[in-house]
């Protein structure tokens, strides 16, 4: 019982102490960029109706595509422990060609390409 006052009592210290260099440590040289409403760098005074290149959605949604095929092929290790590995390992495989065969689709349309 001792020891775990102790511990708390050295955690609380140290946080005290974090909390204090913290607070006391940063820098604050606020400049003319800093202090407008707009951080981002565009300009909140000219046009909202600016156009957007489809691209660069695209390039978001094959993102969003492959870090989702990375989910669904994150137990497979484990799914190859299994008594019968093989269906696993069958639709990890046709998930992998799926997905492959519609980059290589994208990358031979030019789908791929940033600038035109």
Not at 41 to 49: K, T, V
Not at 88 to 108: D, P
Request: proline share 7%.
């Amino acid at each position: 019982m001792n020891l775990i006052m102790i511990m708390m009592m050295i955690s609380t210290m140290m946080s005290l102490v974090l909390i204090t260099v913290s607070f006391w440590l940063p820098l604050n040289n606020p400049d003319l960029e800093k202090l407008s409403p707009y951080e981002c760098g565009f300009d909140p005074l000219g046009s909202a109706r600016l156009p957007f290149s489809i691209r660069f959605f695209l390039i978001a949604i094959l993102f969003l595509l492959f870090d989702l095929e990375i989910a669904l092929l994150l137990p497979t290790p484990w799914a190859s422990q299994l008594y019968n590995p093989e269906h696993t390992l069958l639709w990890s495989s046709m998930i992998l060609i799926l997905l492959s065969a519609g980059l290589i689709y994208e990358w031979v349309q030019g789908g791929l390409e940033w600038a035109e």
